[in-house]
Nanobody, 115 residues
Framework: QVQLVESGGGLVQPGGSLRLSCVASGFTFSRYGMRWYRRAPGKERELVSFISTSAGSTAYADSVKGRFTISRDNVKSTVYLQMNSLKPEDTAVYYC????????WGQGTQVTVSS
């Protein structure tokens, strides 16, 4: 059974940091690129970041570039999203996504940036 389980979300003040994790199971994690998406209230889903199979290639949305860092541990089948200098506009549900043709999705973790 394939699972992507996100964790690490929560409430943080502007300027703070959070580290999201997504643990994969049920498929060969190391063979696939992984992505983080987010959906803010009233907005469309946004691709936040991508990482290739060996972490040799990463990409970021302009809105998070320089503040967020994606990484992965293929031994632990886990992808991370380190989020620094958080802003209220980063408030959203964050989802990890991957597998063949990016078919698998996690259930999401809520990130709220507010004072």
């Amino acid at each position: 059974q394939v699972q992507l389980v996100e964790s690490g979300g929560g409430l943080v003040q502007p300027g703070g940091s959070l580290r999201l994790s997504c643990v994969a199971s049920g498929f060969t994690f190391s063979r696939y690129g992984m992505r983080w998406y987010r959906r803010a209230p009233g907005k469309e889903r946004e691709l936040v970041s991508f990482i290739s199979t060996s972490a040799g290639s990463t990409a970021y949305a302009d809105s998070v570039k320089g503040r967020f860092t994606i990484s992965r541990d293929n031994v632990k089948s886990t992808v991370y999203l380190q989020m620094n200098s958080l802003k209220p506009e980063d408030t959203a549900v964050y989802y990890c996504n991957g597998g063949p043709s990016y078919v698998y999705w996690g259930q999401g973790t809520q990130v709220t940036v507010s004072s």
